[in-house]
């Protein structure tokens, strides 16, 4: 498997000295910060919403185009570019409403070019065809990959009835 482009982890960290003389800037780690404010620090005793578990490492592997998600309970998921922006939670492709969703098609090709931390209950990825507006909670991608299998065939259901073939379908 091809090395990721860059790892989110929720692994403990120290924070690097401080040093007086290097700017503000200079001082932090932006991977640390990164990591740090996209998951923060995970306690045994957090008490969430729901009884979805925690991701503890998130990798893009941009070759392969998946996005690899591990959670708190063991389970792993690898979801490709294309499954995450075809089904997209955004109100672009859910729609505002039942049955305003819109089909994407075309998406086989799409990458993810960055990933916002939301709090420190999502990720917003923005994609190369201009999408960035789906906000995935935890909860969100965890439901996917317990599911990816029926929500991938339900989709190609739907372009087929739409008359329309995947790329690598053809």
Same mark, same amino acid.
């Given at each position: 498997?091809?090395?990721?482009?860059?790892?989110? !982890?929720?692994?403990?960290? #120290? *924070?690097? &000295?401080?040093? &007086?003389? *290097?700017?503000? &800037?200079? +001082? *932090? +780690?932006?991977?640390?910060?990164?990591?740090?404010?996209?998951?923060?620090?995970?306690?045994?005793?957090? =008490?969430?919403?729901?009884?979805?578990?925690?991701?503890?490492?998130?990798?893009?592997?941009?070759? !392969? $185009?998946?996005?690899?998600?591990?959670?708190?309970?063991?389970?792993?998921?690898?979801?490709?570019?294309?499954?995450? $922006?075809?089904?997209?939670? !955004? &109100?672009?492709?859910?729609?505002?409403?039942? @049955?305003?969703?819109?089909?994407?098609?075309?998406?086989?090709?799409?990458?993810?070019?960055?990933?916002?931390?939301?709090?420190?209950? /999502?990720? =917003?990825?923005?994609?190369?065809? @201009?999408?960035?507006?789906?906000?995935?909670?935890?909860?969100?991608?965890?439901?996917?990959? %317990? +599911? #990816?299998?029926?929500?991938?065939?339900?989709?190609?259901?739907?372009? /087929?009835? /739409? @008359?329309? %073939? *995947? %790329?690598?379908?053809?």
């Amino acid at each position: 498997r091809p090395e990721p482009v860059y790892t989110l !982890s929720t692994r403990p960290y #120290k *924070r690097p &000295a401080y040093d &007086a003389s *290097r700017s503000r &800037a200079d +001082n *932090r +780690n932006p991977c640390i910060e990164y990591c740090c404010s996209v998951f923060g620090p995970l306690s045994t005793n957090e =008490q969430t919403m729901t009884d979805v578990p925690k991701p503890t490492e998130l990798s893009l592997h941009q070759k !392969s $185009r998946i996005l690899e998600i591990t959670y708190s309970d063991g389970e792993r998921f690898e979801l490709s570019y294309e499954f995450l $922006r075809v089904l997209s939670p !955004s &109100a672009e492709v859910q729609g505002h409403g039942p @049955g305003q969703g819109v089909l994407q098609k075309g998406k086989e090709d799409v990458m993810i070019t960055h990933i916002e931390p939301v709090g420190s209950y /999502a990720i =917003q990825p923005s994609f190369d065809d @201009g999408h960035d507006t789906g906000i995935y909670s935890w909860e969100t991608l965890y439901d996917m990959g %317990k +599911n #990816k299998e029926k929500y991938w065939q339900d989709y190609l259901q739907q372009l /087929a009835v /739409a @008359g329309h %073939k *995947r %790329k690598e379908d053809n």
